[in-house]
């Protein structure tokens, strides 16, 4: 799982929350997966664990993961995946973007226009 803190991308919270609602909305994290203990991606990160709880809440309350003391958290066996077409639009169209120096915002736009 690889997972990135920007200085221009938001607070942290909203960067890891974004970033495994993409992992598990794209089926890069399967159904049932653990993914890392707070503690540890908050060390791996170099952020505050409760910065990553946050983002842990914010997906548990979307549905996409289940926390249980003990077990850890884990992607929801309920968690809904996009196809893989639409995944590899949505890369498609952030290279793209990236390749024309775009910003995420300017990318979402587009989108926003044409849908």
Do not use: F
Not at 55 to 77: C, H, I, K, N
Not at 86 to 115: C, P, Y
């Amino acid at each position: 799982m690889i997972i990135s803190i920007s200085p221009s991308g938001g607070t942290p919270a909203e960067q890891v929350h974004g970033q495994l609602r993409g992992l598990i909305t794209t089926g890069a994290l399967a159904a049932g997966e653990r993914l890392p203990s707070v503690r540890q991606l908050a060390s791996d990160l170099g952020i505050a664990a409760g910065t990553v709880a946050k983002a842990y809440r914010q997906l548990e309350d979307e549905g996409l993961v289940t926390s249980r003391v003990g077990a850890g958290t884990r992607v929801s066996r309920s968690a809904s995946t996009v196809s893989q077409s639409v995944a590899g639009a949505a890369r498609a169209l952030a290279s793209a973007a990236q390749r024309d120096g775009l910003t995420r915002e300017d990318a979402e736009r587009v989108l926003r226009a044409v849908w």
